[in-house]
Each structure stands twice: as structure tokens, then as C-alpha cells.
């Protein structure tokens, strides 16, 4: 049983009790999942804290942690006052029982890769600045800083018709990966369908040597890594890595690492970003309103003067809302060379 602590902030918080039962650990959707926790917590505030291992629809999906707020304004975001700092092996919750509104030029993002993030607000969301998993794919290979692999799974969103879409979800494989090249250019990679993640560009080949790195496919939990370009014959350009991995290597005496998690290595320090799109589900049980983007964007190849090094897929945004569609733009760009992701928004209706 976590001991709640205030978070201090711009934030108006509700007052700090200890949470009164055990972490639920099962949900038959993320909808009906962040619906328990806010009833299981109202009137409470909880500081990020682990929640243990979770299922929904009877599917293991990792680790989760929560946070639980009253909800007010975001005039200064800090990251630690809504997220841990577990990296690839657990998913995020936030708890906003009550109104919300992010204020322009804030932008609500963890500072570590998550499996995925949800925001719940029972109230209004009003977003004016960015809600952001870009480049917050999470690597669960197994290779990531954290350790421990976690295999992708269909992630149901909600049980029955949101704007025409029976059963939302997030599934298991996203986008193909862009193959590699043995001639002048770049294959790019394929856009996630119904809900899926973008897969990773391959890296650009330009004159000479062998093929160069193919981009990976696009996960439930992370848009698919880009490969490294070949420009020479050796070094050997490499593939970006399976499930979130590393970006692919550039082979050659020049040219762009592949953008991953993280971004892969360049004969002459044109390496790859580390981030892959990652994905993110906002659910406003009320009015969704604001100027502002809620975001998954892949990240940037290293380029080299054009031998770029392929781009990671874009993730996927789910926008679940009461009323007012129009309200804040959505995104999961793959940008130039990796696949896009799934944006959309879907009308909770009488769900």
C-alpha cells in the first residue's frame, strides 16, 4: 500500500490520504481500466507509484504505474509529478478527477521511454500546449536500459462502437519496416492501420557496398526502428532493432545511423536520434478543447549531407472524448522516411 504524498506544483491538488485499497490489476479495456482507478482513488491524490502487473482483455500488457490528481492548471510542467522513472517496463497512468487544462507552451510528456500513457479526465480537457509520447517508444526487447522484454499484444481501447470503430484498438504489429537498398535511395516504412504504429524507414544506400539496413516493423508499444545507410563497402550497414530496439548502424566510411532507442552509431557522428513514436491514449469523459497537439511523432535518421539514416515509425494517438472533436490537433508523423502512425479522435458515446 503506497503512502500518498502531495505534489507540489501549479497544480490544484486535492488534499494527500493513503489510498484506501489495493491497486486493481485487470481490465477488460483501457477505458474500463481508467474508469476503475478513478473510482478506486476519488478524492484522493496519489503520487506516481507502481501499480504491479496489469492485463486488459486478458492480455498481459507489462507493468503499470498511476497517478491520481483533482485535476486545475499546468502553468509549469515538472515530469516526476506524474510519471516514475521505470523506463520500457511499465505503462502510465494519469487519474484527473475533475477539469484539466495545459497551458501554451507546456508540454505533458515523461522524460523516460513508456510501453504506452494514458490521461483519464473525468471533467474538461482543455489543451492548449502538447500532450507528447514523441520519441517515448518503448524498447522491449529486452535490450533496453531497464531489461526485460514484453511481448506485443492486441491492446483493446474500448468494448463496443466509438465513432463507427467496433472495438478500438491498438494492435500487436504495426507498420512493416522499409527494406534495405542495393541502389541509389531510401524504402520507406509502412503506415500502422486500424489503430497500429508507423514501421521504421531503412537506411539510404548510395554508391557503393553491400545493402543497406532495413527499418523495423511498428509494435503496440513502439513505432518500428530505422536502419543505417551504406556508403562504402565496410564497415557493414546494419537493421534497426526488433520491438522498439536500437536504430541500425551506418556502414561505410560516411552517412546517418538509424533512428532508435537508442539512435544507432555513424562513421562520422551522424548518429540516428534516440526515440521512437510511442503510443498515447487521452480519454475526456467531457469537453475536449485548446489550440494545442496531442503527439506521437517518430524521430530523425543521422543525415549526411542526404545518406540519411532511416526514420523511426510514428506511434499511435487515441483520443477518446465526450463532446467537442475539434478541440486540439492530433499527430504520429513517421516524418520522412519512417511510417505514419495512427492519429484519431473517437466519440466515447453511450460507451
Known sequence: MPLVASIQGTMAYGRAVQASSAAPTDGTSILSFARTLSTT??????APTSGGALSINSQAVGNYDYTVSNG???SSFTASDWFTATQDTASAWIIVNGNLTINSGQTFIPSVRKLFTVLYVTGNLVVNGSISMTGRGANHSGTGSS????TAVDIRIGTGTFSAVVNPQIPAAGG???TGRSTAGIN?????ANGGT??????YWFSSGPTSGAGRAGTCFSGGSGGGSQYGTT????SGGLNGGAGGNAGGGSGGGGAGNPGGSSPDGFTGSSGTGGTLIVICAGALSGTGTIVADGTLGGNAGGVRGGDSGGG???????TNPSGATVSASGNNSGGAGTARKLAIGAN
Do not use: D, R
Not at 520507406?188 to 500502422?192: K, L, Q, R
Not at 508507423?198 to 537506411?203: A, R
Not at 494517438?317 to 465526450?322: D, T
Open 316 to 322: 499511435s494517438v487515441n483520443v477518446l472524448y465526450g
Open 235 to 238: 564497415p557493414v550497414s546494419t
Open 198 to 203: 508507423g514501421g521504421g524507414g531503412g537506411g
Open 147 to 150: 531489461g526485460g522484454a514484453t
Open 188 to 192: 520507406s516504412g509502412t503506415a500502422g
Open 72 to 74: 486545475g492548471t499546468i
Open 176 to 178: 512493416a519496416g522499409g
Open 41 to 46: 482513488y476519488s478524492g484522493q491524490t496519489v
